[in-house]
């Protein structure tokens, strides 16, 4: 059923709605990544929960990632299938079925793994066990974020305790995210924001460190906070992911990174003078962060997005000369949740189709 | 990549997050939609882009359902390709590369498409020429709703008029989508607004049939408005399409259809008493109408949804003994962007596993 593009075509002849790359400064956002981590003591290990795409994920490898973040087994199970090997599940992994495919998964590559809770540090354990693989375990620590998450201190060191006692398993160290101050517009309150969010971790990683169990990686971070988190002690490791296709909402708090990702629609209706109707709905474009934002379209903004048609309104609509047919691309609000609505990446060098790059981990929520 | 689970589980065996559809509620539904028509001169042509799945297209036209309504190309060409003929796509489409899959398609199946502009006729009725095939056209007419469509009256008999000259193409009628009256809630008012909405619609009906152009298909309506515009002169037939599964903005004003869809989620963490948090994000279920309602856990709502993770608080916490690894089924708000999110739809009997349902359309936005 599905369309694919030839390569070589003018970006302006793929179907839409598609999801448009600009390979030269998708390019130049790893490389600037990979530059700021290159003389720092922590390390980058992107998230791919954004891009679910392992031609991404070996692209910020090749650059100097020491690894790859997941959210999810079935996202691990997609990068382990490229290649990918050091794969961080910054997440907790609950239940017999996904445990299961978790040590299955563990038992062809090298997996790190979070948990937050006693019982399934047991079950882990059982399960690693029984299999006779093993797991790298992290114990998850909330720094403020109130969502899963043990507290730092004692319920912090007694989870560390009980995985290092526990057979199959090891005391890795500590997942941190601070995920309630990456879009903090301030900079510099997002900086001293940060700094307080990771004090009493510190002094966790101290208390481990006499306890004889020194957290090899700390691992925190986003795209909002790389540079505060990657320099803050005791990260060695952040997570970062939306940096490499940037959104309009981090976009204006991270201007040192450039827009790779935009989606192509087509006008499908101009029924009066100031109204523009596109086929990208919210079935092709997310709006949880806002409305996608359009290029080259001066004094137009998306007014609704229905499913299958986002609707735009004209500020001087006699100067806009679009027609059914004409082309708009859009830069998402949200680059993560709208990559995951597509099956592929159209991937661009100077406006014309180079690759197509599947975006196998789609979907992968289990 | 993929996990699929045995028929024959029981539900709370499958992987989270995954889409339950009971089979027998499922079923009520489509029989109660069905019979609402049976006795009546307007007829349903459902809508696949709330399910994008070819076995709940079969079953509702073995229900009596005289054809579907797609909203894609890519969506009725997976509906083609399961065998299913007289395929409505409810809306423009546009430019080139779309209008000869749209031929192709028309080639092998008896399609219908709407337009509400002129070059776009001239468009479509070369490439059905060249093609060698023809083409239904709907003339989109706007009765309020202000996406797309020409207005009742003249623009409508003009458009009409073109497309009767067009070669290629045959004038088939309108398509008028109240979609703004769907969801009011009082159904007093919004019976009333749709009698309102379409009576200018009735006037440009009686001047079609004086002109020998009489429209054979008047194409509308939706779940929250099917008893009110199915039994609205000139509408022929209803569009209807969440009833199949049903979802809590829909449950609220049609109660006489029943929830068949859930998302079936796992706890992850309940890092404190009042704070449960489940595998469920919003890459598992979309939040644009409201909260995921859960399902027997007296007390709890959801607080926020983040990518990966629902975050639920409780009233009276002490009493509410989830754990993590235990399962919550929630209620989308909204089942069509929900199950586009999926790749396969769980079909339960009597909580046991006893299909899989592809969702082979999901992500078919083109």
């Known amino acids: 059923m599905s369309y694919e593009p030839r390569p070589g075509i ?3 002849e793929i179907d839409t709605p598609a999801l448009l790359l600009d390979l030269e400064t998708f390019q130049r956002n790893v490389d600037r990544m990979a530059h700021f981590f290159a003389d720092k003591p922590s390390s980058l290990r992107p998230h791919a929960k954004t891009h679910k795409c392992p031609q991404v994920a070996l692209q910020q490898l090749a650059a100097g990632a020491i690894g790859i973040t997941c959210a999810k087994v079935g996202e691990a199970a997609v990068m382990a299938a490229a290649g990918i090997t050091d794969l961080l599940i910054a997440n907790e992994i609950v239940g017999p079925t996904k445990i299961g495919r978790l040590t299955d998964l563990a038992s062809t590559t090298s997996l790190i793994v979070a948990v937050d809770d006693p019982d399934n540090v047991v079950a882990l354990s059982r399960a ?4 006779g693989t093993s797991l790298r375990v992290l114990v998850d620590v909330d720094v403020g974020m109130r969502r899963c998450g043990v507290l730092p201190g004692e319920p912090a060191l007694a989870m560390a305790r009980q995985i290092a006692k526990a057979p199959g398993l090891e005391f890795a160290g500590i997942l941190a995210y601070e995920g309630h101050l990456v879009m903090i517009p301030d900079a510099q309150e997002r900086a001293q924001k940060v700094r307080d969010a990771f004090a009493p971790l510190a002094a966790t990683c101290d208390a481990l460190q006499r306890d004889g169990l020194p957290a090899q990686i700390v691992s925190s971070g986003g795209t909002g906070t790389y540079d505060m988190t990657g320099t803050c002690p005791p990260i060695t490791e952040v ?4 940096y490499v296709f940037m959104d309009s ?5 991270r201007p040192e ?3 790779s990702l935009t989606v192509l629609s087509t006008v499908v209706s101009r029924p009066t003078r100031d109204r523009v109707v596109t086929d990208t709905g919210m079935k092709a474009i997310t709006k949880e962060l806002g409305w996608p934002q359009p290029l080259d379209v001066p004094g137009a903004s998306v007014r609704s997005l229905s499913e299958e048609h986002g609707t735009l309104v004209l500020e001087d609509s006699a100067s806009v000369r679009l027609r059914p047919g004409d082309k708009i691309r859009f830069i998402p609000s949200h680059c993560c949740t709208t990559v995951n609505l597509y099956d592929r990446l159209h991937v661009l060098r100077r406006d014309v189709l180079v690759d197509i790059w599947p975006i196998t981990a789609r979907g992968c929520a289990q």
Chains 1, 2 share one sequence.
């Open 239 to 242: 997570e970062a992911g939306s």
């Open 257 to 259: 990174f450039e827009s």
């Open 249 to 253: 909402t981090y976009l204006r708090i």
């Open 128 to 131: 690693c066990t029984a299999k």
């Open 10 to 12: 003018p970006f302006d």
